[in-house]
């Protein structure tokens, strides 16, 4: 296909605004589909694609549209994971911002319009569900465009549900979106922006070719890690896997490496031919630095290696995850997984539980810490156990928070903000109700319970997003937890010192609920340093007996005893004491709600 | 092997089916007495070679053995070998004088009541027949008869039973002088009908269990008791009365000793073997007329399980168990630490033998310190 026939563009919704139905939509119109099969391919199912023995998910699909070849690039299920998006964005030259006609602008929404403009790519603004009864497709797309700086007329108004408008944006698709720019005639290079892995066919490397062309059983190379492979087999999703003899200039498509290793390959990465060689990869991924780390503990100890192998393979395609083997007095052996944000963590840890089948104990998330001891160097610490008792000075990771709500909510989103060590930094008004506001706080404020507190003070209308801004300086002690005596690593937290006390305390307090009785009494502090800020008992038990035992119940008693036995083996042995897992999150839900 | 020397008889018929019981009992049945009492006998021809020539002990448990007909009852205790200790278990209301001198001339030497409580209140929240004074009448009768080693059996946690109750029901107990008194927390098996009606009120008592226990072992220990297993207690020698008066029968279960089990559902623990007859009236009577064994379930004891069980039972008892013998299924650390801990003592012997026994506040812990030691 001629370049100049190639159009590469992503979707870009809030969840819920529509992205997927109007995926389908795009397929139906194209006739890459036919209704009927319709259900099984939704661009963004998380169902594995099982075509020709091999489990690949779609990540581009390849439609014709009088003429063209559009390329619709999927951007994760999760449209609100900004560093993903992005990825997707670089393979595109245009996006469709698809705002819900009821809702108007979200966050996210902002923060990848952003990202799309940062990208240079050439936004196609469409307001989504204007078939609503209480749709204001005016006032969003008088939104929409004021974001972009566009002219309201140039919003599409579609309902992808009814099927009205899809078609001016396959044209408008075709229209404004710029043909890739690549040369054809120059040695060949491609982006590497999505992977997978297949059992069979080892690694499937998404790839946008950027110059030249690639073809079937060619040698090639993974310019910045120097991986040679052969290219398998080459081609793109239409919307199942088709074959191709080649992928040129402009197009999308994929590329069965055959590697096993998933570490050879990393997304970012350029690929290039061995025959002829590119002399530059082209300019990769911003480096994205995890700020919100947690441990992973499988529930299992046996579980281990299965975990270290699943992490691997998240690794393939998410370059952003980072980790190291952690061991954990009270949990034994897991990692310290590092996140770029929380929405991060809970893809990963559901991932793992979904995909991998594990059973995991995720202790509470903290952020990176600069440190500089006594006449020490800076050093990141990652967890709160690192944090040494003598420290010159700490910093933290700073955000920009960025709100959109009604505004009557105004004063509940600058109170929470306030408690949370916030910084008020600007106001502006997005249409006559809604807000946008920013705020400059400390990531450590929002990674425990900030969003639910955001949703619950305004009755679920806010939208929130935020960008890490750089570390600064805070007052931050660490304060640790001893129970019956010992030290539990995995419980001790960073705080800034005047929320120190008041923490302690009710971590203490939680933690009396949720530890057992046990055969004797139970000593729970909070401490910083040598001085104990907080102390609960749990006070021994007075009674534990099997009542009646005579020459018919013997059996049964003995049962008994074992199922106490092995109540005893689920919990994670502190010193003497018996701690149930469960206890290990107490400080994830010290303002939840208590038993 | 020289065979058993503990005998357990099982008589399940009862007039009434207590809410809270779940021992294998049958209602009336009154014409089907003797043939049960025929079925017995059959078995315990059948397994007679399981017995040792000297038996020790006879137990007839229940349902009421004292609500079986006198003379299937009398003809059954005529049959069954003879024994330093034989006890049998009776609800105070079927004890008239008549049979309890009946009782006495067919050879039994222990009597044990099944009291409860002497509150009417909790009396009836239990469905039991017997009021406070039918209970008092039948232990005079039963000493009138010649009884002087009579068991009262107490229950604590009764629904609606407040600490004041348990504290009098103890004196009252302790004003029959009974040579041995047993003590048991009630225990509500779910989904029976006794739970469905007052499940509520036990849980909501349920934290009060703990003084409720210490309050039975402080009472009885203080009026001369010796609580000599987890919820059983007897008289301490005096100078007039120098007889241990420990219950010899169920002393053999907790030191794991053999035993045969008669009659339905009754089990019977013999050289490494355990099993329990079939607990259908019906199917018994039938095998056994027709001179066979009745079906039976069977649990393989290896030696491993066998020393579980000795440190379980062991454990209950106010005397030291021989570590030695049941090394393999101690976790040694766990003892020293719990030993630290002031639940338990190691004793060394002079034999060499390292001995344990658990300490007052072990004891009240007795489960989950096992827990704790067995590997």
Same mark, same amino acid.
């Given at each position: 296909?001629?370049?100049?026939?190639?159009?590469n563009?992503?979707?870009?919704?809030?969840?819920?605004?529509?992205?997927?139905?109007?995926?389908?939509?795009?397929?139906?119109l194209?006739?890459?589909?036919?209704?009927?099969e319709?259900?099984?391919?939704?661009?963004?199912?998380?169902?594995?694609?099982?075509?020709?023995?091999?489990?690949?998910?779609?990540?581009?699909?390849r439609?014709?549209?009088?003429?063209?070849?559009?390329?619709?690039?999927?951007?994760?299920g999760?449209?609100?994971?900004?560093?993903?998006?992005?990825?997707?964005?670089q393979?595109c030259?245009?996006?469709?911002l698809?705002?819900?006609a009821?809702?108007?602008?979200?966050?996210?929404?902002?923060?990848?319009?952003?990202?799309?403009?940062?990208?240079?790519?050439?936004? !196609?603004?469409?307001v989504?569900k204007?078939?609503?009864?209480?749709?204001?497709?005016?006032?969003?797309?008088?939104?929409?465009?004021d974001?972009?700086?566009?002219?309201?007329?140039?919003?599409?108004r579609?309902?992808?549900?009814?099927?009205?408008?899809?078609?001016?944006?396959?044209?408008?698709?075709?229209?404004?979106?710029?043909?890739?720019?690549?040369?054809?005639?120059?040695?060949?290079?491609?982006l590497?922006?999505?992977s997978?892995?297949?059992?069979?066919?080892?690694?499937?490397?998404?790839?946008? !070719?950027?110059d030249?062309?690639?073809?079937?059983?060619?040698p090639?190379?993974?310019?910045?890690?120097?991986?040679?492979?052969?290219?398998?087999?080459?081609?793109?999703?239409?919307?199942?896997?088709?074959?191709?003899?080649s992928?040129?200039?402009?197009? !999308?498509?994929?590329?069965?490496?055959?590697?096993?290793?998933?570490?050879k390959?990393?997304?970012?990465d350029?690929?290039?031919?061995?025959?002829?060689?590119?002399g530059?990869?082209?300019?990769?991924?911003?480096d994205v630095?995890p700020?919100?780390f947690?441990?992973?503990?499988?529930?299992?100890s046996?579980?281990?290696?299965?975990?270290?192998?699943?992490l691997?393979?998240?690794k393939?395609?998410?370059?952003?995850?980072?980790y190291?083997p952690?061991?954990?007095?009270a949990?034994?052996?897991?990692?310290?997984?590092?996140f770029?944000?929380?929405?991060?963590?809970?893809?990963?840890?559901?991932?793992?539980e979904r995909?991998?089948?594990?059973d995991?104990? !995720?202790t509470?998330?903290?952020v990176?810490?600069?440190?500089k001891?006594p006449?020490?160097?800076?050093r990141?610490v990652?967890?709160?156990?690192?944090l040494?008792?003598?420290?010159?000075?700490?910093?933290?990771?700073y955000?920009?928070?960025?709100v959109?709500?009604?505004?009557?909510?105004?004063?509940?989103?600058?109170?929470?903000?306030?408690?949370?060590?916030?910084?008020?930094?600007?106001?502006?008004?997005?249409?006559?109700?809604?807000?946008?506001?920013t705020?400059?706080?400390?990531?450590?404020?929002?990674?425990?319970?900030?969003y639910?507190?955001?949703?619950?003070r305004?009755?679920?209308?806010?939208?929130?997003?935020?960008?890490?801004?750089?570390?600064?300086?805070?007052?931050l002690?660490?304060?640790?937890?001893?129970?019956?005596?010992?030290?539990?690593?995995?419980?001790?937290?960073?705080?800034?010192r005047?929320?120190?006390?008041?923490?302690?305390?009710a971590?203490?307090?939680?933690?009396?609920?949720?530890?057992?009785?046990?055969?004797?009494?139970?000593?729970?502090?909070?401490?910083?340093?040598?001085?104990?800020?907080?102390?609960e008992?749990?006070?021994?038990?007075?009674?534990?007996?099997l009542?009646?035992?005579?020459?018919?119940?013997?059996?049964?008693?003995?049962?008994?005893?074992?199922?106490?036995?092995?109540g005893?083996?689920?919990?994670?042995?502190?010193?003497?004491?018996?701690?149930?897992?469960e206890a290990?999150?107490?400080v994830?839900?010290?303002?939840?709600?208590?038993? | 092997?020289?065979g058993?020397?503990?005998?357990?008889?099982?008589l399940?018929?009862?007039?009434?089916?207590?809410?809270y019981?779940d021992?294998?009992t049958?209602v009336?049945?009154?014409g089907?007495?003797g043939?049960?009492?025929?079925?017995?006998?059959s078995?315990?021809e059948?397994?007679?070679e399981?017995?040792?020539?000297?038996?020790?002990?006879?137990?007839l448990?229940?349902?009421?053995p004292?609500?079986?007909?006198?003379a299937?009852?009398?003809?059954?205790?005529?049959?069954?070998?003879?024994?330093?200790?034989?006890?049998?278990?009776?609800?105070p209301?079927?004890?008239?004088?008549?049979?309890?001198?009946?009782?006495?001339?067919?050879g039994?030497?222990?009597m044990?009541?099944?009291?409860?409580?002497?509150?009417?209140?909790?009396?009836?929240?239990l469905?039991r027949?017997?009021?406070?004074?039918?209970v008092?009448?039948?232990?005079?009768?039963?000493?009138?008869?010649?009884?002087?080693?009579?068991?009262?059996?107490?229950?604590?946690?009764?629904?609606?039973?407040?600490a004041?109750?348990?504290?009098?029901?103890?004196?009252?107990?302790?004003?029959?002088?009974p040579?041995?008194?047993?003590?048991?927390e009630?225990?509500?098996?779910?989904g029976?009908r006794f739970?469905?009606?007052?499940?509520?009120?036990?849980?909501?008592q349920a934290?009060?269990?703990?003084?409720?226990?210490?309050?039975?072992?402080?009472?009885?220990?203080?009026?001369?008791y010796?609580?000599?297993?987890?919820?059983?207690?007897?008289?301490?020698?005096?100078?007039?009365d120098?007889?241990?008066?420990?219950?010899?029968?169920?002393?053999?279960?907790?030191?794991?000793?053999?035993?045969?089990g008669?009659?339905i559902?009754?089990?019977?623990?013999?050289?490494?073997?355990?099993w329990?007859n079939?607990?259908?009236?019906?199917?018994?009577?039938?095998?056994l007329?027709?001179g066979?064994?009745?079906?039976?379930?069977?649990?393989?004891l290896?030696?491993?399980?066998?020393?579980?069980?000795?440190?379980?039972?062991?454990?209950?008892?106010?005397?030291?168990?021989?570590?030695?013998?049941? %090394?393999? %299924?101690?976790?040694?650390?766990s003892l020293?630490?719990?030993a630290?801990?002031?639940?338990?003592?190691?004793? %060394?012997?002079?034999?060499?033998?390292?001995?344990?026994?658990?300490?007052e506040?072990?004891?009240?812990l007795?489960?989950?310190?096992? %827990?704790?030691?067995?590997?």
């Amino acid at each position: 296909m001629p370049q100049d026939r190639i159009r590469n563009f992503s979707i870009i919704a809030h969840i819920d605004h529509g992205k997927s139905t109007l995926a389908d939509r795009i397929l139906e119109l194209t006739h890459a589909v036919s209704q009927r099969e319709m259900r099984d391919q939704l661009l963004d199912t998380m169902e594995l694609e099982r075509e020709r023995g091999i489990t690949i998910k779609a990540q581009a699909v390849r439609v014709e549209w009088k003429g063209y070849q559009l390329n619709l690039i999927d951007t994760p299920g999760h449209v609100d994971f900004t560093y993903e998006v992005s990825r997707s964005l670089q393979a595109c030259e245009g996006a469709l911002l698809v705002v819900d006609a009821a809702q108007g602008t979200q966050a996210q929404t902002l923060a990848n319009a952003y990202l799309a403009v940062e990208n240079d790519l050439e936004i !196609v603004p469409v307001v989504n569900k204007i078939d609503l009864s209480q749709a204001d497709p005016d006032a969003a797309a008088a939104e929409l465009a004021d974001l972009i700086g566009d002219s309201a007329d140039h919003v599409l108004r579609i309902s992808a549900k009814t099927g009205q408008g899809v078609e001016d944006v396959l044209d408008a698709i075709v229209e404004r979106v710029p043909a890739p720019a690549g040369d054809a005639d120059a040695p060949a290079r491609a982006l590497i922006f999505d992977s997978s892995y297949d059992q069979y066919r080892g690694v499937v490397a998404f790839v946008r !070719v950027v110059d030249g062309s690639f073809s079937t059983r060619e040698p090639l190379r993974a310019m910045a890690q120097g991986t040679r492979f052969e290219a398998e087999e080459l081609g793109f999703f239409a919307p199942t896997m088709r074959s191709a003899e080649s992928l040129s200039a402009g197009e !999308v498509g994929y590329v069965i490496t055959g590697l096993k290793d998933v570490s050879k390959l990393r997304v970012g990465d350029t690929l290039t031919s061995e025959r002829r060689s590119a002399g530059a990869p082209l300019p990769g991924y911003k480096d994205v630095k995890p700020m919100v780390f947690a441990g992973l503990f499988p529930t299992d100890s046996d579980d281990y290696p299965e975990l270290r192998d699943a992490l691997e393979r998240l690794k393939l395609n998410d370059a952003a995850l980072f980790y190291e083997p952690e061991t954990s007095q009270a949990l034994g052996f897991g990692f310290r997984c590092g996140f770029l944000g929380l929405l991060h963590m809970e893809i990963v840890r559901e991932r793992l539980e979904r995909e991998f089948d594990l059973d995991l104990l !995720v202790t509470a998330p903290n952020v990176a810490y600069r440190v500089k001891p006594p006449h020490g160097e800076w050093r990141e610490v990652h967890t709160p156990a690192d944090l040494p008792t003598e420290v010159e000075e700490v910093e933290e990771p700073y955000i920009k928070a960025s709100v959109i709500v009604p505004k009557e909510y105004v004063g509940a989103v600058m109170e929470l903000n306030n408690a949370r060590r916030g910084r008020f930094d600007q106001l502006e008004y997005l249409s006559e109700d809604r807000v946008h506001m920013t705020h400059e706080l400390p990531l450590a404020e929002i990674v425990l319970d900030y969003y639910d507190q955001l949703k619950s003070r305004t009755r679920g209308y806010a939208s929130f997003d935020y960008d890490v801004i750089g570390f600064r300086p805070g007052s931050l002690v660490r304060v640790d937890v001893l129970v019956g005596g010992e030290p539990v690593d995995a419980l001790s937290l960073i705080i800034h010192r005047d929320f120190a006390y008041e923490r302690g305390r009710a971590l203490v307090e939680r933690l009396r609920e949720e530890i057992p009785r046990q055969l004797f009494d139970v000593a729970i502090q909070a401490a910083i340093g040598s001085r104990i800020i907080a102390r609960e008992t749990v006070k021994a038990k007075r009674k534990d007996v099997l009542a009646k035992c005579y020459g018919g119940d013997i059996t049964r008693k003995r049962k008994l005893i074992e199922r106490q036995k092995k109540g005893k083996k689920r919990m994670k042995q502190v010193g003497m004491v018996e701690v149930p897992q469960e206890a290990f999150l107490a400080v994830l839900n010290l303002n939840g709600e208590r038993k | 092997m020289t065979g058993a020397r503990h005998l357990y008889v099982h008589l399940p018929f009862c007039a009434h089916r207590c809410g809270y019981c779940d021992f294998v009992t049958l209602v009336g049945r009154t014409g089907q007495h003797g043939a049960y009492v025929d079925a017995l006998l059959s078995e315990l021809e059948l397994e007679r070679e399981l017995l040792s020539p000297d038996v020790e002990t006879v137990f007839l448990g229940g349902g009421t053995p004292t609500f079986t007909e006198t003379a299937a009852l009398c003809r059954l205790l005529r049959a069954l070998p003879s024994a330093e200790e034989v006890t049998v278990e009776a609800n105070p209301e079927t004890v008239t004088p008549h049979l309890a001198r009946l009782l006495r001339d067919c050879g039994v030497t222990r009597m044990s009541l099944g009291v409860q409580t002497f509150r009417p209140h909790l009396l009836a929240v239990l469905e039991r027949v017997a009021q406070p004074d039918t209970v008092r009448r039948a232990v005079y009768r039963l000493r009138d008869a010649g009884f002087d080693n009579i068991s009262l059996d107490l229950i604590y946690g009764i629904p609606g039973q407040s600490a004041a109750d348990l504290e009098a029901d103890l004196d009252d107990a302790l004003r029959l002088a009974p040579e041995h008194v047993s003590c048991y927390e009630l225990e509500a098996k779910p989904g029976t009908r006794f739970t469905h009606a007052h499940g509520d009120e036990l849980a909501r008592q349920a934290d009060a269990m703990e003084s409720y226990f210490e309050s039975v072992v402080a009472h009885l220990t203080a009026a001369g008791y010796r609580w000599y297993e987890t919820a059983n207690f007897c008289r301490l020698p005096t100078p007039l009365d120098a007889r241990d008066l420990r219950s010899r029968h169920n002393l053999a279960y907790w030191r794991g000793r053999d035993y045969l089990g008669l009659g339905i559902g009754a089990v019977s623990t013999i050289d490494s073997r355990r099993w329990r007859n079939t607990p259908r009236l019906g199917a018994y009577v039938d095998a056994l007329a027709r001179g066979e064994r009745p079906q039976r379930e069977l649990e393989p004891l290896p030696p491993a399980v066998q020393r579980q069980e000795r440190v379980l039972l062991g454990l209950r008892l106010d005397e030291p168990l021989d570590l030695e013998s049941v %090394a393999q %299924a101690v976790d040694v650390p766990s003892l020293e630490r719990l030993a630290g801990l002031g639940l338990a003592d190691v004793i %060394a012997a002079a034999d060499g033998h390292r001995r344990v026994r658990l300490t007052e506040r072990g004891r009240m812990l007795g489960g989950g310190v096992t %827990a704790e030691i067995l590997v």
